[in-house]
């Protein structure tokens, strides 16, 4: 009986959070939600974390029969001149999801900005004076973005993709269960070994499903517990893991 890894993460915040971060992503207008491509981009989200056998929450798959409806419904053709006018006063099958939208992204920012004040009233320090003759010497800053849950999602996605094309056609399956502890330990020592950071997918050196998925389950507990951080210069980059120690704003 083959073993089968499920996980709850707890950096989902729900199928809102989902379809904000495919609209900052892509660079969506909300007043004006393209459905048919944010509905193919959500559901390789959730093809994606099926695949991965995460435990998914009831309120994912709502939100994927809904997206999948209101496609539908905007793929119907135009109305009739004679109905034109009616259609006029139907509300836009969109509307609905655009105020949720609007109002989850509210607090969300809001709620961001509060961590932000709590994060800066624990940094406040002082310093001596600078030589302002080292000030020439020194390196630029690099700020690339902490790389969210929906972004290794999106990483997943590309590896498993790839390894489907890659994969020989006939191969010998064997069995290939390993500790997501043991698992743990590993990435850790291979990525101590590049303080300037390993790309995520030379962490999948192996390409059998079992090891993608424990790997990914071992990096998820290792971010939890702020050991690892995944970082991305820029949206469609690759993703840079470092230990927290390392990490570019360390």
């Not at 029969?65 to 006029?88: F, H, V």
Request: proline share 6%; net charge negative.
């Amino acid at each position: 009986m083959t073993k089968s890894y499920q996980v709850k993460v707890e950096g989902f915040e729900g199928p809102l959070d989902l379809l904000l971060h495919l609209i900052n992503r892509y660079e969506i207008d909300i007043y004006d939600i393209p459905v048919s491509q944010i509905t193919d981009q959500y559901m390789h989200y959730i093809h994606t974390m099926k695949e991965l056998e995460l435990d998914l929450a009831s309120e994912y798959l709502v939100m994927a029969a809904t997206l999948l409806a209101m496609k539908s419904q905007m793929l119907l053709p135009n109305p009739t001149i004679d109905d034109a006018e009616e259609a006029e006063m139907e509300e836009d099958p969109r509307e609905e999801l655009m105020r949720k939208l609007i109002e989850y992204r509210k607090y969300k920012q809001a709620a961001e900005q509060l961590k932000e004040k709590e994060l800066d009233a624990n940094r406040i320090y002082t310093r001596p004076p600078m030589n302002k003759d080292e000030l020439g010497n020194e390196p630029p800053e690099i700020n690339p973005g902490e790389a969210s849950v929906y972004d290794i999602i999106q990483a997943m996605g590309k590896l498993l993709s790839r390894s489907k094309t890659t994969a020989p056609q006939d191969t010998k399956i064997q069995k290939d269960e390993i500790p997501i502890q043991m698992r743990m330990e590993e990435i850790l020592n291979q990525v101590d070994l590049k303080k300037e950071g390993t790309s995520f997918y030379d962490l999948f050196e192996k390409k059998t499903r079992p090891h993608i998925v424990v790997t990914f389950m071992a990096l998820l507990e290792l971010m939890k517990s702020n050991e690892i951080t995944c970082v991305q210069q820029k949206h469609f980059d690759d993703l840079i893991v470092f230990k927290m120690e390392d990490a570019p704003w360390s």
